[in-house]
């Protein structure tokens, strides 16, 4: 059980925790993440580590309810318990010192570009950071930010906060002044990570973007988190989650997030768990009258199981 | 102290053990047959789900022996004066006496005999590949049926569960040593029952969140009830096994740090053969296309057919084309899985024939028996999918058996012009793993092999790196359960000598 110790909206459905892993605090790096289970019947859920205090033996979480889980997660508070929470996981950022990097946060991304950031920061390079969000209430972290850049550049969608636009547009700009970057990393959506990858390009900036892909175990045994990088299968939990923007391919990403589009709709809108929890009891029962599928498939296929349903055959009895 | 939670507490489990419990007594047989005469008691066969049944739920197929089934069966021992099958049982389980046991009605007494040797007999009874070992050696089957050594070694450990009466080996006083162990499959469990009996104190450390590896995420419930596992490893904790989920060794916690700053003693990593090897083929990442490893952690180890239950999904099987390449275990278990979760055709694609099929005879057998269908000698070329990127078909290419290759299996070779595609929404591959690179990744001086196995000692289990042993699948490559407990049992009789002796 992990205790949570502090809880609070940083935005609309944004929330900030601090929970208690001494184990994950003392070892996490910029650019890894965890898996948690909200609840005994829970999803495994990769999530960004946004900062860790190793004295304290805390990590911190920044978590956007977007599905079933995440809003599940959301609805603790301090005080409350996650039943498991592993990592860290994935590869961390290659922080070197270069000269000048601009740091890219999307929305939630922000809170996961941020540690890198700091990182970038306190390895001496010139830090540029251009956040964004849909409107003012969903730019997260603008102090925090603030403290490790050296210049930052927030925008909106509609123009609530800072300049009105996309990020991109911001990089644009950043790209052409001096002193021109030479890495950008960005982090939030999926369309706006490819659109800063189209934006430096052209002009061969090293850009490096922090994946999402759906997971399962976080180990690398499952594989159901590849990404197609350079042509090749990529299993992000393992080799990532960080990988050259400009290698990356976006759409097969974009498809397979979409994988359980229809069942994610059915989560939302069924009970909550705990109302549930007969699913103790295995599914479907022997001796229950059943609509056969295996008869209706294979007509022509011969098995044993055509004579059925039969009673079950008695052990042979002898003596 | 804390109640220890026992597999016997479990409603559940005493409706999954359907194993009758003789409630009158029964004679046993003091007089044994004359070989003659137990020859011609004709091997006793194990009542199942009728196919057409357990098509549609997840119940273990196999209903296990009844007493006086186990009994007959028991009888048929000729008690050889060396057993074959016990030297070609990979932990030496006493297979002769444990049946005699049988035979004189003392099934606590038997499965005690085999807890000597074996701590998880309620799983190998039911996964172990015996037509291989125990009973392929059986010198019965020279002449007709082995005798069915798996399902009375699965009689007495269900026996012992029901009553309750789990006869846990004595534990040797506290040496105050302690061990840590990497992965909660079978050869970490086996390990950890074998040191915790020597007075080692012993902790597990899994990455997941539930204890028992394949047996748990890969092994489904139809062949191993999850709830064996749950009881088999209580009796661990009853053994003073400690187990923490959650950690996953390498990125949360060291080797180097494990034994210089959590002053464990010795380390065995047994941490599995875990990383999904796919087809290299376009197309295999679309939607639809899963490792089994995937494929069976979401529905074992996540309860995926039970959604929304739980929280984890699966792509939708029903009443759509299951395809599943591959020919072991994992492709059996994956298959009949899709068709449990409704697919309107669910096949095996194989690219060699029947005969070189790796997979164990009861389980191709099952699979038959449930409408699974087998393309033999057939091999894919390319996943085709449509514009949302979701798997529609697959390009098919036949194949003939050539010359035998390096295995001295015949290799398949494509023939030509046998290109052809059939429609599919689902494919799982079941090819085989490499080893987990985690530990490894994170140990600069374990060494390892061209495939990421670590390369330890065969009798010693002795890594490169001092006071770390490893063994089962992350050192032999993806084997059986069995030989990954043997490799456990080996590892713990090593510890036990280092820990003992200090030398190295
Ligand atoms: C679907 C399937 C069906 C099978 N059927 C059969 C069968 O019928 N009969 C049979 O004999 N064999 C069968 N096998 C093979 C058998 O299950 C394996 O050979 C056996 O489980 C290997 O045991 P192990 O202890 O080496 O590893 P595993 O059982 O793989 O256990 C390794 C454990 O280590 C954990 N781990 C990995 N890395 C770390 C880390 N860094 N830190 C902490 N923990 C870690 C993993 O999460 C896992 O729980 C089957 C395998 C599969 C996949
Ligand atoms: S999440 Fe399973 S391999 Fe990455």
Known sequence: MFRIVEARFLAPEVKLFRIEAPRIARKRLPGQFVILRVHDHGERIPLTLADSDPAAGTITLVVQGVGRSTRLLNALEAGDTIPDVVGPLGKPSVIEKVKTVVVIGGGLGTAIAYPTAKAFHEAGSHVISIIGGRSRAYVILEDEVRAVSDRVIVTTDDGSAGAKGFVTERLAEVIQSDPRPDLVLAIGPIPMMRAVAEVTRPVGIATVVSLNPIMVDGTGMCGGCRVIVDGKPRFACVDGPEFDAHQVDFQILTQRNAMYRAQEKTALESPPPAAASTAEVPAGSPGEPHDCRMVRAIPELDGVWRTCPTPPTAPVSGS | MAHVPHASDCPRLRFLIRTAIPTTTFTPMSHPLSPKDRMKIPRQPMPEEPPCERAHHFLEVNRGLDAAVAQREALRCLECKSPRCVSSCPVGVKVREFVGLVVAGDYLGAAAKIREDNVLPAVTGRVCPQETQC???????????????????????????????????????????????????PAGLSCAGDLAQHGHEVTVLEALHEIGGVLVYGIPEFRLPKDIVRGEVANLERLGVSFRTNVVVGPSVTLDELMKEEGYDAVFVATGAGLPIFLNLPGEHLCGVYSANEFLTRINLMKAHEFPAYDSPVYDCRDRDVMVFGGGNTAMDAVRMARRLGARTARIVYRRSAEEMPARAEE????????????????????????????TSVKLQRMELGAPDASGRRSPVPIPGSEHELPLQVAIIAIGNRGNPLVPGSTPDLRTTRHGYIIADPESLKTSKRGVFAGGDIVTGGATVILAMGAGRKAARAIHEFLVSGSW
Not at chain 2, 159 to 184: C, D, H
Not at chain 2, 364 to 387: N, R, S
């Open chain 2, 364 to 391: 191709a057998k099952h699979a038959h028996e449930e409408g699974i269908e087998f393309l033999y000698l057939t091999a894919p070329l390319e996943f085709v999918g449509d514009a949302q990127g979701r798997l």
């Open chain 2, 135 to 185: 009973e392929g050696a059986c010198i019965l089957g020279n002449k007709g049926e082995s005798l069915a050594i798996g399902y009375l070694e699965r009689f007495v450990a269900d026996y012992e569960i029901r009553t309750g009466q789990t006869g846990l080996p004595a534990r040797a006083p506290l040496t105050g040593k302690r061990v840590a162990i990497v992965g909660s499959g």
